[in-house]
């Protein structure tokens, strides 16, 4: 059994519902709040966090898929071979959002064992390469 990945959550998923689930079911888990302080959280650009996440080779959960899109977010990404995985749904409640993350844990983690950059997205009972294009 392969050792269990860390996650960081992105601030756009909040700091509590989602960590809290997934700290429950015995993940470690960062949130920007808790790596940066709060104040600094709020002002961090995309492509800091994003390096630092990668770096520490720590499995990204967001819900910003146009991260894929904005060239200086991607080349960090890249740069820094970040396993993501995102929701490309926007309006889902915070508890919808921690169920589709939950719901595909074990995707995710089947697929977090290949090495990035990556991004996955993530929906309803299944996940599915957004970035680079299959």
Known sequence: M????????????GRKHLAGTLHNLGF???TMASVY?????????DESWLRDAGNKGWVVL????????R??????????????????NAQL?????TERFVGNIERILRQAQQPGPYIYGVYEGYIQRLWPPP
């Open 71 to 88: 060239p200086a977010e991607r080349d960090a990404l890249a740069e820094a071979g970040v396993r993501a995985f995102c929701l490309t």
């Open 62 to 69: 967001m819900k910003d898929d146009a991260i894929r899109r």
């Open 2 to 13: 392969h050792q269990s990945p860390e996650f960081f959550i992105d601030r756009s998923l």
């Open 37 to 45: 302080g709060e104040e600094v959280a709020q002002q961090l650009d």
């Open 93 to 97: 409640r915070k508890e919808e959002q």
């Open 28 to 30: 470690t888990v960062h």
